[in-house]
């Protein structure tokens, strides 16, 4: 060793603690932001499968109604996610597809976030739709 060596301190000396702060904290927000994403497309598929199968009800034969299918609807989205999401319609108007009718049943809910300090998050909106089934006269 030199005396040039032994007095001199490396100016490299402490930085590996604010490497790892900085890189630490950058790598929590990425995983907390795939994790939100995740949370996200979560509660949107749900919602969707719930709405989709609430319209399928609701356009059974024995059934053919579209509040009953929102209602459907309504159970599966309480059990699936919590009695907080569960605002599914029927829609306004009965929608028509080639002369057919249609069972329409809507929901807009808002998402989850993970920042709890946030005040709320956006809005997603599903939409189910299924043919009405004619409904089958008894034979004679």
Do not use: K
């Not at 599914?88 to 069972?103: F, K, L, M, R, T």
């Amino acid at each position: 060793m030199t005396v040039a060596d032994q007095g001199s301190a490396s100016p490299d000396i402490g930085s590996a603690a604010v490497d790892f702060v900085l890189v630490g904290s950058m790598v929590t927000l990425l995983f907390l932001a795939v994790l939100q994403l995740g949370l996200d497309y979560h509660v949107r598929n749900v919602l969707a499968a719930c709405v989709a199968d609430g319209a399928r009800y609701g356009a059974n034969a024995d059934v053919a109604s579209a509040s009953a299918g929102a209602d459907a609807a309504n159970r599966e989205i309480a059990g699936a996610l919590g009695p907080s999401y569960a605002h599914a319609v029927a829609a306004g108007s009965q929608d028509e597809v080639d002369g057919q009718p249609v069972v329409t049943v809507e929901v807009t809910a808002r998402l989850p976030l993970l920042a709890w300090f946030l005040p709320v998050g956006p809005a997603v909106h599903a939409t189910g739709h299924a043919l009405l089934e004619p409904a089958l006269e008894p034979s004679p």
